[in-house]
């Protein structure tokens, strides 16, 4: 038995990205090409890389049609950065902090002794 031979529904007659297809049979019995939509990449932390979690997957249009709550997580940089990112910039900013005082300190106890 010979293959249905099958054609694109759409106006790109190549084989690229853009151009996916899967075969399907239709109801009335017949096969045919339905096009499939490219995957959405994650998001990504902006830092470190990682795909960040809690945030679905979707095509860039896509986001602009789901709620707002569901673009990020509730915390300070939620939806760019991950939460270790976020914790190691808050311990180093912390740090810089501490490093200012302890250098103020030292500046008043010099001039202090001279």
Not at 5 to 18: A, G, Q
Not at 41 to 46: A, I, L, R, T, V
Not at 92 to 102: S, Y
């Amino acid at each position: 038995m010979a293959t249905t031979r099958l054609t694109y529904r759409r106006r790109n007659p190549y084989n690229t990205r853009s151009n996916k297809v899967r075969v399907i049979k239709t109801p009335g019995g017949k096969l045919r090409y339905q096009h499939l939509k490219k995957r959405g990449s994650p998001p990504k932390c902006g830092d470190c890389g990682i795909k960040l979690p809690g945030i679905p997957a979707l095509r860039p249009r896509e986001y602009a049609s789901i709620s707002r709550p569901k673009k990020k997580v509730q915390r300070a940089y939620g939806g760019s950065r991950c939460a270790n990112c976020v914790k190691d910039r808050v311990v180093r900013a912390f740090l810089i902090e501490e490093q200012k005082i302890v250098k103020k300190v030292l500046k008043e106890s010099q001039q202090r002794k001279r």
